[in-house]
């Protein structure tokens, strides 16, 4: 089984300044992917990221990376720059390679708020 | 443009009347899914299929039936619905397995059952 846990129910940060969501994950699995994903009051799920299990490096795309620390089970989205467009719920994910169904398994997420 | 489409976007019913949701997708991918959110619980998966005539339950399947007679679509039913099943639903496919394979969601359907 495989758990991903947000404890960070909301988030506030000022515009363009930095802001780090934080993802804790439990696997049995030796391979797997997490994933962050961004959901905006529209509904809609927008890929963000992704850091595999392997992956010497963190992954960055644009101003969100992802500070992976695997023996800490961490898996943080850092967002720099803060916009007013950032403001939206975050899920962090995961998808494992023994997890039945290759399904991504969720977290609760973070309700992120950028104040002008 | 490479999309997932489900429809309807909103639906509003009562308790025991038959529902479908449609899903679709252009990107000729093997693997669909379908997930429901809930407030506090994130999102989990109902139903998934790694081919066509290939199905099997996720997380949260009671309630619930599909079918992927054809590659591109994974329609979602409801035989009797009930009011514990008013969700935001997700169709999401990806183009296969692989740990990396991105999963690319439709808009969503919320769901109201009175």
């Known amino acids: 089984a495989q758990k991903i846990t947000q404890t960070q129910p909301g988030m506030f940060v000022q515009e363009k300044e930095a802001v780090t969501l934080d993802c804790t994950y439990d696997?049995?699995?030796?391979?797997?992917?997490l994933f962050w994903y961004k959901q905006p009051s529209s509904g809609e799920m927008i890929f963000l990221i992704y850091?595999?299990?392997?992956?010497?490096q963190n992954a960055t795309e644009g101003r969100y990376s992802l500070n992976f620390q695997k023996a800490r089970k961490s898996a943080n989205l850092v967002i720099s720059a803060s916009q007013l467009g950032d403001s939206a719920m975050y899920f962090c994910a995961m998808r494992g390679w023994a997890t039945s169904g290759s399904r991504l398994t969720f977290g609760e997420g973070t309700q992120l708020t950028v104040n002008p | 443009e490479a999309q997932v489409t489900q429809n309807p976007r909103y639906l509003i019913t009562v308790t025991g009347k038959k529902l479908t949701v449609t899903c679709s997708q252009n990107?000729?991918?093997?693997?669909m899914s379908w997930y429901r959110q809930d407030p506090g619980l994130g999102l989990r998966q109902i139903y998934y299929?790694?081919?066509?005539?290939?199905?099997d339950k996720g997380d949260v399947p009671e309630g619930y039936k599909v079918s992927r007679k054809e590659k591109r679509n994974f329609p979602l039913i409801l035989e009797s619905p009930s009011p514990n099943q008013t969700s935001l639903y997700f169709c999401a496919s990806s183009l296969g397995l692989a740990i990396h394979n991105e999963q690319f969601f439709g808009p969503g359907t919320r769901l109201t059952v009175l």
């Open positions: 299929s790694m081919n066509v005539e290939v199905t």
């Open positions: 696997t049995s699995d030796q391979s797997y992917g």
């Open positions: 990107m000729n991918h093997e693997y």
């Open positions: 850091q595999g299990s392997y992956d010497e």
